[in-house]
């Protein structure tokens, strides 16, 4: 493992589609994109389009492709763009405005435009809607979620393209594509095992194929623990906010999530979700009585106890609410799977590590936080054992320009 030193191009840098139909899946959202392109190249006056969709599936890929494959010159803004209204009237307005350079045709990219949303400025909606009605360029705004309320003034103004999850077999033949382009040998059963976990999201395969090119085959089980923690996440939902018996308790039965971890969940976010004090005390108090029977049982080897853990757990948990519940919180990390909480050194050198690397795995920063970090880490450590550490310093220093500090910050992070 972590033995090629290959340049510094990820995976989806390097495979990412110079035309629309280098795109997977999503015909019809190629189609139409592709009728947009020839609008705007026989000079017609075209609405603005909304493309939206999950994460990883090509939405900024696509436009990003449509511009290359027409000759239109690309001008993508980011949500830090708009977020500021007078930088987009200073400077993206009058850019609108004006003919490309060489006479060349533009292409507008807002990309992202529903992100840090709560931040989104009143003032640059006018001006966007300023922008569409004055632009001598095509423009396309990019979201996830279309129906996200700081973004309902750019419904009636464009047309919308949905992209969707390509299916399983179109993201499995890429990744075999990609793999044999590589030259690399990693047996289709692990190719199958890296798409069912991706659920469609194509950047997280490639991500995901280019991980397990450098590591042991058995390190795909690491892979999973990012699915683990939505699994943790809705089983959190059902206890905190139903308040029904059984439907707590069934959370249980149909997860089998380590019942250690789940106190540990449940106990970090039981004064983060009840609002009353009668409500959070007697939370705990079922909680400390889950985590004594969990503990005799495994003392006593008595398994007839988790019976109890587990209800006390869940349905216990759930009916001790009585007040009112606080929805808009998000669920917080257990202390002791929270490593960024050590110091705010660590957080400040993790975010920063974090940020380096948006370069090169392209998911935002909280998403490499919470789950590519912790993978890495475990390679790392691995790798470190086999290799020695000058040897992987090496490698990380080669593929993601992290110096040995970083790697070692990177090597103490962890789930657990
Ligand atoms: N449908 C696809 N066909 C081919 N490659 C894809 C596809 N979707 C994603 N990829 C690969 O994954 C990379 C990331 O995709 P992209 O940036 O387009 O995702 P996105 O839909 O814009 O996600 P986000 O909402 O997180 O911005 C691309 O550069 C490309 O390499
Ligand atoms: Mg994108």
């Given at each position: 493992?972590?033995?090629?030193?290959?340049d510094h191009m990820s995976l989806c840098d390097k495979y990412a589609p110079n035309t629309l139909n280098g795109i997977i899946?999503?015909?019809f959202a190629r189609n139409r994109l592709a009728a947009f392109g020839i609008d705007v190249l026989e000079g017609k006056k075209v609405r603005p389009i909304i493309i939206f969709g999950a994460s990883g599936i090509g939405k900024t890929a696509a436009a990003h492709a449509l511009a290359y494959s027409n000759g239109l010159e690309l001008i993508e803004l980011s949500a830090s763009d708009y977020r500021n209204a007078e930088n987009l009237e200073k400077k993206v307005l009058p850019l609108a405005k004006t003919r490309g350079l060489f006479n060349k045709k533009c292409l507008i990219?807002?990309?992202?435009i529903d992100e840090l949303s709560s931040k989104f400025d009143s003032g640059s909606e006018k001006i966007i809607t300023k922008l569409m009605k004055e632009s001598r360029h095509p423009i396309i705004f990019i979201a996830n979620d279309y129906w996200n309320r700081k973004i309902s003034f750019l419904r009636e103004t464009t047309d919308k393209i949905e992209f969707k999850r390509p299916d399983s077999v179109e993201v499995l033949a890429l990744l075999e594509r990609v793999t044999k382009a590589e030259g690399k040998d990693l047996s289709k059963d692990l190719i199958i095992q890296i798409v069912k976990r991706s659920n469609g999201d194509v950047r997280a395969a490639l991500n995901d194929l280019e991980m397990m090119f450098d590591a042991d085959p058995?390190?795909?089980?690491y892979l999973g623990m990012r699915d683990?923690?939505?699994?943790?996440?809705?089983?959190?939902?059902?206890?905190?906010?139903?308040?029904n018996f059984d439907t707590a308790r069934n959370s249980l039965l149909s997860t089998d999530i380590?019942?250690?971890?789940?106190?540990?969940?449940?106990s970090?976010?039981?004064?983060?979700?009840?609002?009353?004090?009668a409500s959070i005390s007697e939370a705990y108090e079922n909680l400390s009585m889950a985590s004594m029977f969990n503990e005799k049982a495994s003392r006593k080897s008595y398994y007839g106890y988790l019976r109890y853990a587990s209800v006390l757990l869940s349905s216990g948990v759930s009916l001790s609410n009585s007040g009112s519940m606080n929805t808009m919180s998000q669920y917080a990390f257990p202390a002791t799977i929270r490593?960024?909480?050590?110091?705010?050194k660590d957080r400040d050198a993790i975010g920063i590590i974090a940020s380096k690397l948006t370069l090169y795995l392209h998911a935002n920063k909280r998403t490499i936080i919470s789950s590519h970090i912790p993978i890495m880490a475990m390679i790392i450590n691995q790798s470190i054992e086999k290799l020695g550490p000058d040897a992987v310093y090496e490698f990380m220093e080669q593929k993601y320009r992290l110096d040995k500090s970083e790697v070692q910050v990177i090597s103490s992070y962890g789930w657990s």
């Amino acid at each position: 493992m972590l033995l090629f030193i290959r340049d510094h191009m990820s995976l989806c840098d390097k495979y990412a589609p110079n035309t629309l139909n280098g795109i997977i899946g999503n015909n019809f959202a190629r189609n139409r994109l592709a009728a947009f392109g020839i609008d705007v190249l026989e000079g017609k006056k075209v609405r603005p389009i909304i493309i939206f969709g999950a994460s990883g599936i090509g939405k900024t890929a696509a436009a990003h492709a449509l511009a290359y494959s027409n000759g239109l010159e690309l001008i993508e803004l980011s949500a830090s763009d708009y977020r500021n209204a007078e930088n987009l009237e200073k400077k993206v307005l009058p850019l609108a405005k004006t003919r490309g350079l060489f006479n060349k045709k533009c292409l507008i990219v807002f990309d992202e435009i529903d992100e840090l949303s709560s931040k989104f400025d009143s003032g640059s909606e006018k001006i966007i809607t300023k922008l569409m009605k004055e632009s001598r360029h095509p423009i396309i705004f990019i979201a996830n979620d279309y129906w996200n309320r700081k973004i309902s003034f750019l419904r009636e103004t464009t047309d919308k393209i949905e992209f969707k999850r390509p299916d399983s077999v179109e993201v499995l033949a890429l990744l075999e594509r990609v793999t044999k382009a590589e030259g690399k040998d990693l047996s289709k059963d692990l190719i199958i095992q890296i798409v069912k976990r991706s659920n469609g999201d194509v950047r997280a395969a490639l991500n995901d194929l280019e991980m397990m090119f450098d590591a042991d085959p058995e390190l795909i089980d690491y892979l999973g623990m990012r699915d683990r923690k939505s699994e943790i996440f809705k089983v959190l939902d059902k206890i905190f906010l139903s308040s029904n018996f059984d439907t707590a308790r069934n959370s249980l039965l149909s997860t089998d999530i380590d019942l250690d971890m789940l106190i540990n969940w449940v106990s970090q976010n039981i004064s983060n979700k009840y609002t009353s004090n009668a409500s959070i005390s007697e939370a705990y108090e079922n909680l400390s009585m889950a985590s004594m029977f969990n503990e005799k049982a495994s003392r006593k080897s008595y398994y007839g106890y988790l019976r109890y853990a587990s209800v006390l757990l869940s349905s216990g948990v759930s009916l001790s609410n009585s007040g009112s519940m606080n929805t808009m919180s998000q669920y917080a990390f257990p202390a002791t799977i929270r490593h960024l909480s050590k110091t705010k050194k660590d957080r400040d050198a993790i975010g920063i590590i974090a940020s380096k690397l948006t370069l090169y795995l392209h998911a935002n920063k909280r998403t490499i936080i919470s789950s590519h970090i912790p993978i890495m880490a475990m390679i790392i450590n691995q790798s470190i054992e086999k290799l020695g550490p000058d040897a992987v310093y090496e490698f990380m220093e080669q593929k993601y320009r992290l110096d040995k500090s970083e790697v070692q910050v990177i090597s103490s992070y962890g789930w657990s």
